[in-house]
Structures are given as C-alpha cells and as structure tokens.
C-alpha cells in the first residue's frame, strides 16, 4: 500500500502507528483514538477502494484537479447518475436582503453557505451540497439522518430554517475538495 511500508516476513503492512493486514482489509490493533475514528477500531477507512489511511488513523478527504472532477465523483458517491437534473436547488447565505426569497435560505452559520441541489431517487431523499466558505471549496453527498430512505425531505429548500433537515454524510465523513472558489 502506498505510504506504508511492507514487512515481508509478517506479510503485513506498518503505517507508523498500527499494522494492517491486506488479506483481511482491517488493522491487526485498535485504533489509537478508539471508536472517535468510527464503529470499527479495526477499519480501515469506511470505503477502502476509495479512501485512503495512511497513517492508520483516518481517512483523507480527497482532492480532485477540478470543480467538474469533483462534482462527478460526488455524484458517484451519492448514487445518483451522473448530469441528473436536481429536483431543487437552493442557496444558503447570510444576505438579509434575500431571507424568505424562493431558492434561498438565511443561515449566520457560514460554515453551511453553499449551494445545494437536492435528488428523489429510489433510495430516498439526496442532497449535494457545494460549501463555498468552509475553508476551501468542497463538495459533500448527504442523506436523511435516521432513516436514509425518507422521501421529500426538508433539506431547505422550503427556505425556512426551523423545518429544514440537517443531512448526515453518505459513508461517513468527507469532503471532496477542489481548486479556486466559486
């Protein structure tokens, strides 16, 4: 594995902090930061085909050359095909002026500024959400918290702050960042 290095003898590989089995896809040690590191102290990364852990502690985010790149591959992680139409879209900023406007919801939260795109699919309610001023550009692939199959959820696109749903991450958490900003 890439940025591990291979012990021959054990057939494992050491990551500076825990060895991992390939044969079995998991770590041979817990966690160091224990269940903070997800349900599994023995995972490697929720999606080992995806993902990477190079240092045996989490996973990384991933970086893409483009904003196109990236909006594809969160598709991908969605489950949603690629260039599908959203069945709403709004923005979440904190301009006063546009509060209670159609397509727009009010947030101080600017962590969540971004503009998001919401999919009925036979899975339930998806929503991508491109976050604009939470660091550097990224993109994140939600689904309903609890029951991931509701549908017509109130992720805001209702524009109002007191229905709307927060999202849980698709897969755990990620971010799929990419160059420059809007």
Request: glycine fraction near 14%; charge should be negative; proline fraction near 6%.
């Amino acid at each position: 594995m890439q940025g591990q290095d291979f012990d021959d003898e054990s057939g494992l590989h050491y990551n500076r902090y825990r060895y991992f089995d390939p044969y079995t896809g998991q770590f041979i040690s817990q966690d160091p930061i224990g269940l903070e590191g997800g349900e599994n102290p023995y995972e490697f990364a929720l999606n080992m085909f995806g993902w990477i852990d190079p240092l045996g502690l989490r996973s990384c985010d991933k970086k893409f050359d483009t904003r196109q790149e990236a909006l594809d591959a969160i598709f991908d992680r969605a489950g949603i095909p690629r260039g599908t139409r959203p069945d709403a879209v709004w923005e979440v900023g904190n301009d006063a002026t546009r509060r209670g406007m159609p397509g727009y919801l009010f947030s101080n939260h600017t962590q969540s500024h971004g503009r998001y795109m919401q999919f009925e699919t036979d899975q339930g309610s998806r929503v991508i959400s491109e976050h604009l001023k939470d660091g550097d550009p990224h993109f994140h692939a939600g689904q309903p918290k609890i029951d991931p199959t509701r549908d017509f959820v109130d992720f805001g696109w209702g524009g109002n702050v007191n229905v709307a749903e927060r999202y849980s991450q698709i897969d755990g958490g990620h971010h799929y960042y990419y160059p420059g900003g809007k």
